[in-house]
């Protein structure tokens, strides 16, 4: 069976913002789910470890991973804010290409077609943060010091802020829309 790349004209008119709101919400939580999940794992090997003995001087390897990893979780907030935003500023640019070329069968399409972008927009952002969080739990694991696991909650907060909601969604349609007339 060919495998469809794209979805037809159809499939985006016939889009509607609460179905796809609760597509995004699921999406969301899963991503939030697994970085949760892996937390209680990360937890369970640490604490369920009996302590290791220890040299009069620790190798400072771990350390160096626990740093970068803040800093990749800190580098992945801000892009989780600007990412998203010029993948979207391209969708949209998109859409109103085909709005203006008249390649789109209507508005409904329009209209789905900025859901899609919307999506694309929440799932970029929510990635760039859940590998954060991964990172900062390998480093968790590692080290076993409590700051990765202080930099995951951070992180989840962050997750929380980019979770769509019925308002953010119809705010970022409205600015949209009104972009493209």
Not at 88 to 99: E, F, L, T
Not at 101 to 107: I, K, L, S, V
Not at 127 to 143: D, H, P, Q, S, W
Request: charged share 10%.
């Amino acid at each position: 069976m060919p495998q469809q790349s794209e979805m037809t004209p159809e499939q985006y008119a016939a889009l509607e913002p609460d179905k796809a709101l609760f597509t995004m919400r699921i999406i969301a939580g899963a991503l939030i789910a697994g970085v949760v999940t892996f937390g209680g794992v990360a937890s369970f090997i640490v604490f369920g470890q009996a302590p290791a003995a220890q040299p009069g001087n620790p190798a400072q390897g771990p350390n160096v991973l626990m740093y970068f990893a803040m800093a990749f979780a800190a580098g992945a907030v801000v892009m989780s804010f600007v990412v998203p935003n010029l993948i979207s500023a391209a969708g949209v640019k998109g859409v109103a290409k085909m709005a203006q070329d008249g390649t789109a069968t209507g508005p409904k399409e329009l209209f789905g077609r900025l859901l899609a972008v919307a999506q694309t927009k929440m799932i970029v952002a929510l990635a760039l943060v859940e590998g954060a969080a991964f990172f900062n739990l390998i480093a968790f694991i590692v080290t076993k010091s409590l700051i990765p696991p202080a930099v995951v909650g951070a992180l989840l907060l962050v997750m929380a802020i980019h979770f769509p909601t019925k308002f953010k969604l119809a705010r970022w349609l409205e600015d949209q829309q009104r972009l493209l007339s």
